[in-house]
Nanobody
C-alpha cells in the first residue's frame, strides 16, 4: 500500500510560479517511480514529469521542458514539481502517481494515486 498526498496548488497569475508537493508513505522502495500527471476540464489525463525514487532517470513531457522541474527529497519522502512561467493552459488538477521499475507516460501503468491538487492560472 502506498499513500500519496499532494499540496501546493492554488490560483496564480500567468507568468507566475508554483511548487507542488507529493508526500509519499507506505511501500516505497528503490524500484518505485513517482510521476506527475494533470487533467484539465474536459480533457484526458496527461503525463507531466516522472522520475525514479533513486533520482534518475527523469522524464518530462516535451511541451513542458524548461518550465517544469521534478525533484525528490528522499529524506522527506516527498516529490516536488516546480512550475515556472505558468500559462492559462496549465490550469488543471495535478496528480501524483506511484508506479514500478520505469517511468511510463501511460496513466494505467500506475497503481496508486493522490487525490489531486487544483492549479488555476489566470490570464
Amino acid at each position: 500500500q502506498v499513500l500519496l498526498v499532494e499540496s501546493g496548488g492554488g490560483l496564480v497569475q500567468a507568468g507566475g510560479s508554483l511548487r507542488l508537493s507529493c508526500a509519499a508513505s507506505g511501500r516505497i522502495t528503490s524500484d518505485s517511480v513517482l510521476t506527475w500527471f494533470r487533467q484539465g476540464s474536459g480533457k484526458d489525463r496527461e503525463f507531466v514529469a516522472g522520475m525514479s525514487w533513486s533520482g534518475s532517470p527523469v522524464y518530462y513531457a516535451d511541451s513542458l521542458k524548461g518550465r517544469f522541474t521534478i525533484s525528490i527529497d528522499n529524506a522527506k519522502n516527498t516529490v516536488y514539481l516546480q512550475m515556472n512561467n505558468l500559462r492559462s493552459e496549465d490550469t488543471a488538477v495535478y496528480y501524483c502517481a506511484h508506479g514500478w521499475i520505469g517511468v511510463s507516460r501511460l496513466s494505467f501503468d500506475y497503481d496508486y494515486w493522490g487525490q489531486g491538487t487544483q492549479v488555476t492560472v489566470s490570464s
